[in-house]
Each structure stands twice: as C-alpha cells, then as structure tokens.
C-alpha cells in the first residue's frame, strides 16, 4: 500500500529532496500534496487527502493538539529537524519531547530517514517516549459538573477537595471553568497568573515535568493544592482539550485525588459522545476532555424549578462523554421555599425518574442516592467575603456536614495521617 504523503517543509533543497526521493521509493510513498502551513495541512488532512504527514520542526503551532487533531484524521506525523543532530547520529528513533505528543518519528533533514519514518508501520515504531512526566493515572479524578445557571460547581469543588484534604488525603483542586474561573477569587488568592494555563502552554510544547507542576500549584494551610484558573474568559483558547489531558494526565499521576471544577458547556455536538471532527478549538473542549477522563462525576443543580429541570435535561449526556465514571448527583440550596415544600421528598420526585432510566442504561455507576446539600446562606457568604474554606469559617454548617458526609463516601478509607493532619481536622 502506497503511503500518500503530505509536505509542510520550510526548506527548499530539503523539501525537493524528500520529493526527489519519494518519488524514487518503488510505491513505497508518493506526494500527495505540498502545504505552505499547518492550517492548509489540517485542511488536507480533514479531506482524507493525506496518511503521513511530514513537517518542519519549526512550522508555527505544531504542538501537542495539532498532533491530536491530525491523530483524529488518522494522519500520522513525522518531524523534520531544521538542522542533523550535533553528536552526528543517525537514529531518527532517539528520544525527542516531540514523541510525548504521539507524533511517529523526529528525524533528520535527511531524505533516507525520512522515507524510512514514512514507510515504516506506526505500530512496528519503537520509539521510546520522553521521559518528562510520569503519565499513568494513579489518583481518582473527581469531575465537579452542572449545567448554566451557577448552581454551585464551584463551592461543592471547593469545599469537596479541602475537605479530601483536612481527612490527610492528598489532594489538588483545578479549576478548568472556560466561562467564569473563580476558584482564586473564593480562595482569596491572586489570579493574575493562571497555574492551569501556565501548564497547558509547557504541554502542547512537551516541556511540562514535575517540577513545574509543583511550581504552578498554591498550597493552602489544609494541605490542598490549588491550580487556579483563566483570570479572563476572553482566555478560554489557552486550555486546549489535548494539552489540558496531558496536564491532567501529568497530575493525576501523583495525588490521591484531583478535583476538578470543569463548568458547564457539553458543546452543541457532544451528544453521543465528545465530537473529534477536525477544526478551531472549541470553548468546551476543555470541559469535554475532563468528563471524557473523569473517575467521578459530581453533576451539581440547584433545588429550584429552573434548576432542577436543567440538570435533568443534561444529565442523561454526561455519562456518554464520561463513559466510565461514576455519577453522583449534588442538589445544593435546597430551602422549603424554593420546591414548594420539603427538599427531601420534592427534589428526588423530581429527579428520580431521570436516575432510574439512566441506571438502566448505563447499569450501576449511576448512583440513583441523590445528595442534597441545605442552602446555608449565611456560612456561604462568611466564607465567600473572606475568601476562606467553610472548614474555616463556619465548621457546623449544615452545608459543610452534607459535603463532608459526600466525602467520606468517596474516601470511605482515610489514609495514615501525620500529625499535622490530624491537628487540622481537629481544628475543622
């Protein structure tokens, strides 16, 4: 079978090389077209035009979610460098950040090493990957979910992971809101700097480690790690869905629980499942990509007609994108007033029937047990006007009880604490 390649090399005698040579392979690979940047070869690529691609190291935005989004056309990439390495090797297979990004082959702006990475079966390639991140999920990813309307995303993820972490778990808190980030500001920490987005950047270039990581999070006195949103939404582009996974990915890796404050856009094509269609970012994407990795999924409403009939109209989507989470449903302000009588029998009537079609469909990972979490608005604001934890300022609140309970379901089994830890839950 003839490889059909497409071409994306800034230098000319190298690109009429790799011409001339595939030209000369027998059938091996032949050119299909010549590109003059990365957005004509994602067009090429969404026609079916292309199986290879191959592109200049130094071609503008060639990152990690240009790879992905070529990946979904079933377009592999193999990278030119712009100059032969300095120690005169010849192995187009040796480790380069770039293989991180699933890209087939870096190789030198030799046409023979070319051909070879291009005719060569993706999956025959050994290449071994770069080693700047541990990437193998460890830690449970706990997905805080909901749809428009602000029914409380935010304070059931913020309060969730501080209280993960004053029970010695280790934990961090992201906040992956593409339309309104304000875990900083309900923290009281400065958000001129988005950590998340910091992340992403070093990602979809393959320079994200360890230490970078950690020097992006703020440590809270609870022990909780916080990676803080876009200060604007006007910055939603900067969290793309591919970099924003190996961000995850990279995250997971180490904690015991990562809590995630992803928003509420499911994006207009996702039902059925997260789209892969080639094209611009889309603002949801990020939201997408968290559900699609998510352990848990916390689906939060609010106890008020508006609200309740939202999260039931949504609901039955999130476990198509989130195909192998667990979903819990998080009813918060629950108040008399607002249901026409009391929370605990109005709201399951309401949404019971919703729980019992989607646990038939997706079977017991839908848990049919609905959380309802009493709208104390007077520990709320405390908290929210110091920029504190509920932990910290109203210990009692019936809404900190409901949350804690939520949390020891999900970490039923608390994990040798130091003392440290065990001064601050007593504190709490």
Request: charged share 20%; with cysteine; proline share 7%.
């Amino acid at each position: 079978m003839t490889a059909r390649v497409l071409l994306a090399i800034s230098d000319r005698s190298v690109e009429s090389s790799v011409i001339r040579v595939l030209a000369d392979s027998n059938g091996a690979a032949a050119l299909s077209r010549r590109c003059v940047d990365l957005i004509d070869a994602l067009a090429a690529a969404a026609a079916g035009a292309g199986d290879v691609l191959v592109v200049s190291s130094s071609l503008r935005r060639l990152d990690r979610d240009a790879v992905e989004q070529l990946a979904a056309c079933d377009v592999s990439v193999v990278v030119v460098r712009e100059h032969p390495r300095q120690d005169g090797s010849s192995d187009e297979l040796l480790p380069d950040p770039r293989l991180s990004w699933g890209v087939r082959a870096v190789v030198d702006p030799d046409p023979q090493q070319v051909l070879r990475a291009v005719v060569v079966s993706p999956v025959a390639t050994s290449a071994p990957s770069a080693p700047a991140v541990a990437s193998t999920p460890v830690g449970t990813l706990i997905a805080v979910w909901g749809p428009t309307g602000a029914p409380g995303r935010t304070t059931v993820a913020v309060t969730v992971a501080d209280e993960l972490a004053r029970a010695g778990h280790d934990t961090v808190l992201v906040d992956a809101d593409t339309y309104g980030a304000s875990v900083a500001q309900v923290l009281g920490l400065l958000d001129d700097t988005s950590g998340l987005a910091s992340l992403t950047r070093l990602a979809a270039t393959g320079r994200l480690d360890e230490q970078t990581c950690a020097r992006a999070m703020v440590m809270l006195p609870s022990g909780l790690r916080v990676l803080t949103g876009i200060a604007r939404p006007d910055r939603w582009v900067e969290l793309r869905a591919a970099s924003l996974q190996a961000v995850l990915s990279a995250v997971v890796a180490h904690p015991a629980f990562v809590v995630l404050d992803c928003g509420f856009g499911l994006g207009a094509g996702a039902i059925g499942g997260w789209p892969t269609e080639i094209g611009p970012p889309e603002r949801d994407d990020a939201c997408l990509a968290a559900l699609s990795m998510a352990d848990i999924v916390l689906a939060v409403g609010s106890a008020d007609p508006v609200g309740l009939v939202r999260l039931s109209r949504d609901l039955p989507t999130v476990p198509e994108i989130a195909p192998t989470a667990q979903l819990q449903v998080v009813v918060t302000k629950c108040r008399p007033g607002a249901v026409g009588g009391n929370p605990q029998r109005s709201v399951p009537t309401v949404l019971a029937p919703r729980l019992v079609e989607l646990s038939e469909r997706f079977g017991p990972r839908v848990s049919q047990e609905i959380v309802l979490v009493p709208d104390d608005r007077s520990a709320l604001d405390t908290a929210l006007l110091s920029g504190r934890t509920l932990a910290e300022t109203s210990s009692g609140s019936p809404a900190r009880r409901a949350l804690r309970e939520l949390v020891e379901t999900l970490a039923p089994t608390p994990p040798v604490q130091s003392r440290r830890s065990r001064r601050l839950r007593r504190a709490g």
